[in-house]
């Protein structure tokens, strides 16, 4: 027990079978704060000269992240929707239509296509990513005398550029001198036109998007790096096989940054354009007609900033959701509790 609680039990209490009123002068000033009593209020204290210029030093140093996020994201955020209650091609003034734009982009068939590819591309794109980016993490952790220039090697991928991936995966792909349709010729598979057959056209971006998995594979390294090699000596004294070892300790405290890398996957898979712009615009038969490049086309093609604006605010509306899902579940598998070692 320690001395504060020794001076509690032995303050005397106020009330009729207590010592009286006079044994506790501060009783008839009302309800202390934090002594568990029914109606209790919290006693507001005034900031100290110090703590005021600290508040005022910590407001001016997160300012330009304040100013930051206002002009950036949350006006752009309310300006979107406003317009998304227009008929605007950028070229006259708005004309308000009310909820019209919202309407016609729950009857467009593009709109279900669009939604139906990235919903697709999502679904395989982000869990293949995070196997791929857990197995590179796992190889740069290896403890050997070449691991600098593994992990350049395996990160370099992830240094280039999007469209010029593109480019380069046009050139790998190619039906006629392609060194994808050259491997598969050694399978005795016909030469394909991967990026014009919609059977094919989304696997080849979903593959392509692997290349980008170094950035995820960087940050489950300083996962592994935190977790404590006495559980792994635990582990192997009671003859836990590296299997084991990987599935009982590895991948519990990795829970966080396997969340972590998922959101940002799910972020990134609904944001895919460049590979689909680049490659395919759209095609073959709207196969790789992704949301974002259709929000596109209608906004800078079509000139119909209203309705692509709508669809602007239904993304999201659905990443919130989405978002906010992918979060409550995580409470029945994340695992925050890496001080366990």
């Not at 380069?168 to 030469?191: E, S, T």
């Amino acid at each position: 027990m320690s001395a504060s609680d020794v001076v509690a039990t032995d303050t005397p209490r106020t009330g009729p079978s207590g010592p009286g009123p006079a044994a506790d002068p501060t009783a008839r000033s009302g309800p202390r704060a934090g002594d568990g009593t029914a109606g209790t209020r919290p006693v507001k204290r005034k900031l100290t000269g110090r703590e005021k210029r600290n508040l005022r030093m910590g407001l001016l140093f997160i300012s330009p992240w304040i100013i930051g996020v206002t002009v950036f994201v949350i006006y752009p955020l309310i300006y979107s929707f406003a317009i998304s209650l227009t008929q605007y091609s950028g070229m006259q003034s708005p004309t308000f239509i009310g909820f019209q734009n919202y309407i016609a982009a729950f009857l467009d068939p593009l709109v279900r296509t669009a939604v139906g590819n990235t919903v697709y591309y999502m679904l395989l794109a982000v869990p293949i990513g995070l196997v791929v980016a857990l197995l590179l993490a796992l190889a740069m952790n290896r403890n050997v005398r070449e691991v600098a220039l593994y992990r350049t090697l395996l990160y370099l991928p992830s240094l280039i550029p999007m469209f010029a991936l593109s480019f380069i995966f046009i050139v790998f792909v190619n039906p006629q001198y392609g060194i994808v349709n050259q491997f598969l010729g050694l399978f005795g598979m016909p030469a394909t036109n991967l990026l014009g057959d919609p059977q094919y056209a989304k696997i080849v971006m979903i593959v392509m998007a692997q290349l980008g998995a170094g950035n995820a594979a960087l940050i489950y390294l300083a996962g592994l790096r935190n977790i404590p090699d006495t559980l792994y000596e635990a582990a192997r004294i009671d003859g836990a096989s590296r299997f084991r070892q990987f599935f009982a300790i590895t991948v519990p405290l990795l829970t966080p940054t396997i969340l972590f890398n998922l959101i940002t996957g799910v972020s990134g898979a609904m944001m895919v354009f460049t590979e689909a712009f680049i490659m395919t615009d759209g095609g073959p038969d709207n196969s790789t007609l992704f949301y974002m490049l259709y929000l596109w086309r209608n906004a800078f093609s079509y000139g119909q900033l209203g309705f692509a604006s709508a669809l602007a605010v239904l993304l999201f509306l659905f990443g919130m959701l989405l978002a906010g899902l992918i979060y409550w579940l995580s409470r029945r598998f994340v695992n925050y509790d890496v001080s366990a070692g």
